[in-house]
């Protein structure tokens, strides 16, 4: 399965963006589909995540909110629209899939998108 990310860009403080990610197929084995942020010198952390056949959303405490993730099962695309941004949102934001069901830490998914930057100005 691969992931194509877009939508990242620049944009001021409290303005918004919507993240796309589109999978190249739609494999039945996906358990939920995930964003994560890298920051520079640090770890990937947990966004939001939604399962593929439920209704199940997770949120970061940190986006809770204003961040807000959904999906198209017909498009195999998953969105993550952000509102109110900070200036510390800005990070490289990654598209991921996991086969598992624990869907907040980033060592359990599969399959992950190329990554696109978001600029929060203030």
């Known amino acids: 399965v691969q992931l194509v990310e877009s939508g990242g860009g620049l944009v001021q403080t409290g303005g918004s963006l919507r993240l796309s990610c589109a999978a190249s197929?739609?494999?039945?084995?996906?358990?939920?589909m995930g964003w994560f942020r890298q920051f520079p010198g640090k770890e990937r952390e947990f966004v939001a995540a939604?399962?593929?056949?439920?209704?199940?959303?997770y949120y970061a405490d940190s986006v809770k909110g204003r961040f807000t993730i959904s999906r198209d099962n017909a498009k195999n695309t998953v969105y993550l629209q952000m509102n109110s941004l900070k200036p510390e949102d800005t990070a490289v934001y990654y598209c991921?899939?996991?086969?598992?069901?624990?869907?907040?830490?980033?060592?359990?998914?599969?399959?992950w998108g190329q990554g696109t930057q978001v600029t929060v100005s203030s």
């Open positions: 939604v399962r593929w056949t439920a209704n199940n959303t």
């Open positions: 197929e739609r494999t039945f084995s996906i358990y939920a």
């Open positions: 991921a899939a996991t086969i598992n069901s624990i869907v907040i830490k980033a060592t359990f998914y599969n399959y």
